[in-house]
């Protein structure tokens, strides 16, 4: 049974840092990918950011390259997303995924149907 935990959500101002976690339950993290998205109200959930099995390969949607970070600790079958320099439109549930593969065909790290498991989410409110 593979569950997936989100933590580190908030309130916080525009201008300042969260860091979320993910703990990923299941003998195979380490070899599976691993993504986040998020969803605002009354929009559709999009892609965030994506991490390969071995944490090699990285991928970012535009809205949140140089600001946001995705890394991994296979050890601790944890992935993080570190995100700075927030913004109001940052606002939404951020949900962790894993997907059913290792390594990350470049164009497909943000589609929905390859990621297997997803977490419940967590609240990022960001205030202006």
């Known amino acids: 049974q593979v569950q997936l935990v989100e933590s580190g959500g908030g309130l916080v101002q525009a201008g300042g840092s969260l860091r979320l976690s993910c703990v990923c339950s299941?003998?195979?993290?380490?070899?599976?990918?691993m993504g986040w998205f998020r969803q605002a109200p009354g929009k559709e959930r999009e892609f965030v950011a994506a991490?390969?099995?071995?944490?090699?390969?990285?991928y970012y949607a535009d809205s949140v390259k140089a600001r946001f970070t995705i890394s991994r600790d296979n050890a601790k079958n944890t992935v993080y997303l570190q995100m700075n320099s927030l913004k109001p439109e940052d606002t939404a549930v951020y949900y962790c995924a894993r997907r059913g593969d290792t390594t990350i065909v470049a164009g497909t790290e943000s589609q929905a149907p390859r990621y297997a498991y997803w977490g419940q989410g967590t609240q990022v409110t960001v205030s202006s």
């Open positions: 299941g003998r195979t993290f380490s070899i599976r990918a």
């Open positions: 991490i390969s099995g071995s944490g090699g390969s990285t």
